[in-house]
């Protein structure tokens, strides 16, 4: 099993920003961010291939920045001009190398991000 260990949600006011972060010891071919609000389907938020190529929600272009540490290992989501739609679970997703060469996805462990009006 492979582990991805978010951090960086919380409350905040509309307007506002936070930063997530999502770290994994293994090697990637893509890293993103997923989010769950109550009584809605898990939707793509935002993911960064290896090679650089980004994709975002159509309702968060302009607002959000995905971006990939310098330690490699680490990617970041930027989340400036929150908005209380935002409000959800936001959960990691990785596609992971393995051994053979083909990948898997892992999820991390969700992490709330309140935002109030």
């Known amino acids: 099993q492979v582990q991805l260990v978010e951090s960086g949600g919380g409350l905040v006011q509309a307007g506002g920003s936070l930063r997530l972060s999502c770290a994994t010891s293994?090697?990637?071919?893509?890293m993103g961010w997923y989010r769950q609000a109550p009584g809605k389907q898990r939707e793509l938020v935002a993911r960064?291939?290896?090679?650089?190529?980004?994709t975002y929600a159509d309702t968060v272009k302009g607002r959000f920045t995905i971006s990939r540490g310098n330690a490699a290992d680490t990617v970041y989501l930027q989340m400036n001009s929150l908005k209380p739609e935002d409000t959800a679970v936001y959960y990691c997703?990785?596609?992971?190398?393995?051994?053979?060469?083909?990948?898997?996805?892992?999820w991390g462990q969700g992490t709330q991000v309140t935002v109030s009006s």
């Open positions: 997703y990785a596609d992971i190398f393995a051994t053979t060469g083909r990948t898997f996805g892992s």
């Open positions: 293994s090697s990637f071919a893509a």
């Open positions: 960064l291939t290896i090679d650089g190529r980004t």
